[in-house]
């Protein structure tokens, strides 16, 4: 599970994946995240009705301070997101993780190799992790700030809609495999001839 930091012997490309030049790949991945979005609220509004997020019973205080809170925790959740992936990275052995805003991407990146269940682990932390605490986090709030916090929720699982993509597309690649992530762009390695 360990990163390395050259390539072995005998690997070469089999595959890339740029979301930001590839615009195929990126409507895709950009489309399969408003399909979580609307996938996960549709039901979650038959069970706890959106409109208590617009709720005023508490007061007009208590009602800008969900919007607000909307907003910070969004960002607060897109630096955690990418810190989770970085601390990710350092587990599998990553000296030096690199971070960054492209304007439409957040990203951690490194100039490691990482083996497949090593960036599978790496790809799906962040999901996974924030997805228990958001949830622990939505079960002890008032039913006026569910929606404040399942709109994080919302954007955990479809803000992840690329690293979802990866995961798919990675798992059935060959075992032997390479990825070299360097933020919005991963480069995939192998020994083993595979079709792009």
């Not at 409507?27 to 979650?44: S, Y």
């Not at 800008?64 to 970085?86: K, M, P, W």
């Not at 962040?126 to 958001?134: A, D, E, N, Q, S």
Request: charged letters at 15%; aromatic letters at 14%.
């Amino acid at each position: 599970m360990k990163a390395v930091e050259k390539l072995p012997e005998g690997y070469k490309e089999i595959c890339s994946v740029d979301l930001q030049k590839n615009k195929k790949t990126a409507l895709f991945v950009n489309v399969l995240a408003i399909v979580i979005a609307i996938v996960l609220a549709t039901p979650m509004h038959f069970a706890v009705p959106v409109s208590t997020l617009f709720s005023m019973e508490k007061g007009i205080i208590d009602y800008l301070l969900r919007f607000a809170a909307i907003l910070v925790l969004s960002v607060i959740y897109l630096v955690l997101h990418e810190l989770v992936h970085g601390i990710a990275m350092k587990l599998c052995g990553t000296k030096k993780v690199k971070y960054g805003f492209t304007g439409l991407y957040a990203f951690a990146g490194s100039s490691d190799y990482y083996g497949k269940g090593a960036y599978l682990f790496i790809a799906l932390a962040p999901i996974v992790l924030w997805g228990v605490v958001i949830a622990v986090v939505n079960l002890l709030v008032s039913i006026e700030w569910f929606w404040v916090v399942y709109y994080v929720q919302l954007f955990n699982l479809s803000g992840a809609a690329g690293d979802l993509y990866v995961t798919v597309r990675f798992s059935k690649m060959p075992k032997d495999i390479l990825i070299s992530d360097h933020g919005v762009g991963m480069r995939v390695f192998s020994k083993t001839d595979w079709p792009s």
